[in-house]
């Protein structure tokens, strides 16, 4: 059974329809991507899972539909969202941020948690007290991954974690995400334009355009498709 099954997911802002029968899953501890320009749908993919946008179709997520339940329900059920942009409170210590993470758990687990983060992103454990405003772009992203390791999740979804990133940092941040993946046996939805990132970590990839699956594959068929290499790859 897939972790999550989306089928003929539609979405709307206002009376401007952004998806048109999406449909994907996800298996179990699998890293898959959604691959798409600006305006393909990939975002408002992300938010549908969320229920934070308004939507219809099918949701299924550990055997349980998503469809009808609020963002908070959802949070609970064990998916997180890291969203376009990190999302971190930029008033707020790093520790801060990490806490609103991990709000639903008792203080021993909190620590547990805490300590798992810190496993992946050391320099956070000396940097605990200063505002996550001050905090370099790349050091944002791995706090917002980290917030979302606080839930413990069994999927977390992840929004352009490479956007506005040097090269060297969406390596390492992308390294991580395969380490997180490996070691905690976490599923993954990465939607990213970043092709050559994304192929290179996902098992499973669709490319969205105009809110509609254009493609889909193993990350190996689509690396050898002629539409995915010189619309994303470049060659």
């Known amino acids: ?25 996800i298996e179990p501890g699998a890293i898959v991507a959604l691959l798409g320009a600006n305006g393909a749908g990939k975002t408002t993919s ?33 998916i997180a969202h890291v969203p376009e942009g990190r ?7 790093v520790w801060e941020n990490l806490a609103l993470g991990g709000y639903l758990a008792d203080s021993r687990r909190v ?52 956007l506005g990133l040097a090269p060297l940092i969406v390596h390492e941040i992308f390294e991580l995400l395969r380490k997180i993946n490996r070691e905690q046996g976490m599923a993954i939805l990465i939607a990213e ?6 192929l290179a ?14 493609l889909s594959g193993s990350s190996q068929e689509l690396m050898r498709d002629e539409r995915v290499r010189k619309s994303y790859l470049g060659y």
Not at 46 to 63: H, K, M, N
Not at 68 to 77: K, N, Y
Not at 140 to 154: H, S, V, Y
Not at 193 to 198: D, E, K, L
Request: hydrophobic content about 45%; overall charge neutral.
């Open 201 to 214: 970590v996902a098992s499973h990839v669709y490319v969205l355009e105009t809110g509609r699956v254009a």
């Open 111 to 162: 620590n547990e948690r805490y300590e798992r983060v810190v496993s992946y992103f050391p320099w956070i454990a000396q940097r605990k007290k200063q505002p996550a405003g001050t905090l370099s772009g790349g050091e944002q992203q791995m706090l917002a991954i980290g917030r979302a390791l606080m839930m413990a999740p069994k999927l977390m979804l992840l929004d352009e974690p490479s």
């Open 87 to 93: 999302g971190t409170l930029s008033d707020l210590s």
């Open 46 to 78: 992300l938010r549908a899972i969320s229920g934070i946008v308004r939507r219809s179709g099918t949701i299924v997520f550990d055997g349980e539909a998503l469809q009808s339940r609020a963002a908070e329900d959802i949070a609970r059920m064990g």
């Open 1 to 25: 059974m897939a972790l999550l099954d989306v089928a003929a997911l539609r979405a709307n802002y206002g009376e401007i329809q952004a998806l048109h029968d999406v449909s994907f899953s």
């Open 193 to 198: 334009q970043n092709a050559t990132m994304a």
